[in-house]
């Protein structure tokens, strides 16, 4: 079955630097995989996806991220941080049929001003 | 377009209560997915519907909950009776199809407190 560890409970970063959330999933073959944004009380935002192609991907709000599939990674990335982007980030994985998400335990990500 | 539509957005029951959740997901989407996500955790899948169909039940307690969705388009969820262990975000999401390249788009859940 598929899995997807994100190692880092926390991670705080001061304004404007730059921050990488790191994603290792285990899967046999090229998975499906996404990254999530869920703002406290909110539902999940997606922020990007990766399925094929180019490994690395764009997404909202500034935020890129590159699948490496030698390291089973799939690391989210942003050059400057801005306060508004505190939350907690989900990686996730789909694989095979029917759409079937599996999530990360999820980074919480707070912003020093 | 409009979102995923939940409501309530706040419930808190006693243990050995019932509760039901109801999910109103993008119109023309045909998959229509519930998950728990308990403090700490990312979200788990419950159940998936395609249309009026279950695809996918296999991690649904199903002594306790059940879901539907007669039409194909709203959904409601049911625990009955709850646990303690329910306490969670029960969030509803949403994809045009089934495939797996499809994005899934969510609500924003609803917390259920069991006291």
């Known amino acids: 079955a598929q899995s997807v560890t994100q190692p880092d409970i926390h991670i705080t970063v001061s304004e404007g630097a730059s921050l990488e959330l790191r994603c290792n999933y285990s899967y046999g073959a090229t998975p499906y995989l996404f990254w999530y944004v869920q703002s406290p009380g909110q539902g999940l935002q997606l922020l990007l996806k990766?399925?094929?192609?180019?490994?690395l991907v764009q997404g909202i709000k500034g935020f890129e991220a590159e699948f490496k599939r030698s390291q089973s990674s799939f690391n989210l990335r942003k050059p400057s941080v801005h306060w508004s982007d505190a939350a907690e980030y989900f990686c996730a994985v789909s694989t095979g049929g029917g759409n079937k998400l599996t999530f990360g335990t999820g980074t919480q990500l707070k912003v020093e001003l | 377009e409009a979102g995923v539509a939940q409501s309530p957005r706040y419930k808190i029951i006693e243990k050995r209560q019932s509760v039901a959740f109801w999910c109103n997901p993008i119109?023309?989407?045909?998959?229509l997915y519930w998950y728990q996500q308990i403090l700490g955790q990312g979200p788990k899948l419950l159940i998936q519907f395609q249309n009026n169909g279950v695809v996918d039940d296999s991690q649904l307690p199903k002594d306790r909950f059940s879901a539907e969705r007669l039409k194909g388009v709203d959904s409601t969820l049911k625990i009955q009776p709850a646990k303690l262990e329910d306490s969670a975000v029960y969030l509803c999401?949403?994809?045009?199809?089934?495939?797996?390249?499809?994005?899934?788009?969510f609500g924003d859940g609803t917390r259920l407190s069991i006291l």
């Open positions: 990766y399925f094929s192609g180019d490994t």
């Open positions: 119109s023309g989407h045909a998959t």
């Open positions: 999401a949403s994809s045009l199809t089934g495939d797996s390249n499809q994005p899934q788009h």
